[in-house]
T-cell receptor
Framework: AQSVTQLGSHVSVSEGALVLLRCNYS??????LFWYVQYPNQGLQLLLK??????LVKGINGFEAEFKKSETSFHLTKPSAHMSDAAEYFC???????????FGTGTRLLVSP | EAQVTQNPRYLITVTGKKLTVTCSQN?????MSWYRQDPGLGLRQIYY???????DKGDVPEGYKVSRKEKRNFPLILESPSPNQTSLYFC?????????????FGPGTRLTVL
């Protein structure tokens, strides 16, 4: 069965600093990988997804993630954090042929002025 | 506007009192799903539906029921709620059951069972 592990339940950065949120996956077949963001009191929305095309995936709001098969990782990055990036971020995995989306436990990003 | 709506957004109830949380989508999506979100556990799937009259259990189905009589609606039913069902619930939908599909989430329903 597929799974994801998000390292760090909370990550704090200063405004303008690099954002790095870590996600490692486990899957017996090539996976599809997703990052979703949840702003306070809202539902989740898709930031970006990897579906076996380019390994470097660009998403909304300046975020990107790189699929690294050798490291089984799909870390999320943004060069310069904004206050508006403060939210909870979820990594998720699915596998071809199965709609089931398995979520990580989430990482709360805190951005200080 | 394309969206998934849930009602109510907030609900406080007592143990054993049946309740229904409604979910509706206006995107003609085939696939719909319910999740619960708990601190430190992320989102866990309760039930899903691949089309009208087709539903199946997710990872944590105990204590919940669903139905899919129309394509747009997918209500979540708690026949006899218990305090361990206090949680934040999300409904989601996607175009079809492709595993690369984006899921679109509703705003959430915060349920407290006393």
């Amino acid at each position: 069965a597929q799974s994801v592990t998000q390292l760090g339940s909370h990550v704090s950065v200063s405004e303008g600093a690099l954002v790095l949120l870590r996600c490692n996956y486990s899957s017996s077949v090539p996976p599809y990988l997703f990052w979703y963001v949840q702003y306070p009191n809202q539902g989740l929305q898709l930031l970006l997804k990897y579906t076996s095309a380019a390994t470097l995936v660009k998403g909304i709001n300046g975020f990107e993630a790189e699929f690294k098969k050798s490291e089984t990782s799909f870390h999320l990055t943004k060069p310069s954090a904004h206050m508006s990036d403060a939210a909870e971020y979820f990594c998720a995995v699915s596998v071809p042929g199965f709609q089931k989306l398995v979520f990580g436990t989430g990482t709360r990003l805190l951005v200080s002025p | 506007e394309a969206q998934v709506t849930q009602n109510p957004r907030y609900l406080i109830t007592v143990t054993g009192k049946k309740l229904t949380v409604t979910c509706s989508q206006n995107m003609n999506h085939e696939y719909m799903s319910w999740y619960r979100q708990d601190p430190g556990l992320g989102l866990r799937q309760i039930y899903y539906s691949m089309n009208v009259e087709v539903t199946d259990k997710g990872d944590v189905p105990e204590g919940y029921k669903v139905s899919r009589k129309e394509k747009r609606n997918f209500p979540l039913i708690l026949e006899s709620p218990s305090p361990n069902q206090t949680s934040l619930y999300f409904c989601a939908s996607s175009v079809d059951r492709g595993s690369a599909d984006t899921q679109y989430f509703g705003p959430g329903t915060r349920l407290t069972v006393l």
